[in-house]
């Protein structure tokens, strides 16, 4: 599963939206439109996050940060 999946799964798991993902995390929401969305379709540009941004969305909303990254984990929490 692609980080955009992920992510979208967050949201949608949170009941949130895209704009209120962003504030809670501190981060503009057009970047998280980026990240979520199929911009860039053909680039790997802004389609990964570092680790300190996975391990805040993991304490803020209660996800594994190495499923964040990398899909590791079998589960999402």
Same mark, same amino acid.
């Given at each position: ?6 992510? *979208?799964?967050?949201?949608? +798991?949170?009941?949130?939206?895209? @704009? !209120? ?5 501190? $981060?503009?929401? *057009?970047?998280?439109? $980026?990240?979520?969305? *199929?911009?860039?379709?053909?680039? !790997?540009?802004?389609? @990964? $996050? ?9 304490? +803020? ?12 984990? @079998? !589960?999402?929490?």
């Amino acid at each position: 599963m692609a980080l955009s999946n992920r992510l *979208n799964q967050i949201i949608s +798991e949170q009941n949130i939206s895209k @704009t !209120e993902f962003a504030r809670r995390l501190g $981060i503009t929401v *057009n970047y998280v439109y $980026i990240l979520t969305g *199929n911009s860039r379709p053909d680039t !790997e540009q802004n389609k @990964t $996050i570092s680790p300190s941004l996975a391990k805040l969305i993991a304490l +803020e909303f209660g996800y594994d940060a190495d499923w964040i990254l990398h899909g590791d984990s @079998t !589960e999402n929490k």
